[in-house]
């Protein structure tokens, strides 16, 4: 599971309530990447990191920041949650080496904006 | 813009059936193509990726093909079992620059019935 976790697992907030999602690895990884998995729309990237301090925007990043301050934590915020941003948040880092260039998952946090 | 489609969105076979997944991508221009797996409730796990110089590849009853020019790839599955329920996603990893940015399809959800 390449040592990632994920915290919390599961959250429920009201609308225009900040909230801020942490991912956690184990293997001082450089590449981190958030997403969001919706019903019709498998997983989309929401940002990623390529080192500490060094972030970019993904595909649906409006409506998210991302801070990396250590190598091994990257925060998701949610700066003023809507009931859209409701989804199963992921959070991935990405092991390269050899033949190999993938990415592992962390087990998820399902967050409900009511 | 690359896109990734998956059909179908859910399958049911009897165990011992053979199956195949299909995985259809818009821009033949690809680096790589990874076939992964998410259980109920839990992260993704990658199964099998495909550099863009390959055709196919293998692991154990599973073998991924690649098709660059068509725009497809397939993930085949032999001698189904009820453990191999689960949806299956297939992602594009398009340029080959160090970001590692994926595009997922929508995924499949396999059910296969003892």
């Known amino acids: 599971d390449a040592g990632i976790t994920q915290s919390p697992r599961h959250k429920v907030t009201e609308t225009g309530t900040p909230v801020t999602l942490r991912c956690h690895q184990t293997?001082?990884?450089?590449?981190m990447y958030w997403y969001r998995q919706d019903p019709g729309h498998g997983l989309r990237l929401i940002h990623y990191s390529y080192g500490v301090k060094d972030t970019d925007k993904g595909e649906v990043s409006d409506g998210y920041s991302v801070s990396r301050s250590k190598t091994e934590d990257f925060l998701l915020t949610l700066e003023s949650a809507t009931s859209s941003q409701t989804s199963v948040y992921f959070c991935?880092?990405?092991?390269?080496?050899?033949?190999?260039?993938?990415?592992?998952f962390g087990p998820g946090t399902r967050l409900t904006v009511l | 813009k690359q896109e990734v489609t998956q059909i179908p969105a859910a399958l049911s076979v009897p165990e011992g059936e053979n199956l195949v997944l299909n995985c259809s991508f818009t821009?033949?221009?690809?680096?790589?193509l990874q076939w992964f797996r998410q259980d109920p409730g839990k992260g993704l796990t990658s199964l099998l990726l495909i550099q863009s110089s390959q055709r196919e590849q293998t692991s154990g009853r599973l073998n991924a093909s690649l098709d660059k020019s068509s725009g497809r790839s397939t993930l085949y599955i032999a001698a189904s079992q009820p453990g191999d329920s689960a949806t299956y996603l297939c992602?594009?990893?398009?340029?080959?620059?160090?970001?590692?940015?994926?595009?997922f399809g929508q995924g499949t959800t396999l059910q296969v019935k003892p």
């Open positions: 992602a594009v990893r398009s340029t080959p620059g160090n970001t590692g940015k994926l595009i």
């Open positions: 991935a880092i990405r092991k390269a080496g050899g033949d190999t260039d993938t990415q592992y």
């Open positions: 821009d033949s221009a690809i680096y790589n």
């Open positions: 293997e001082n990884h450089r590449y």
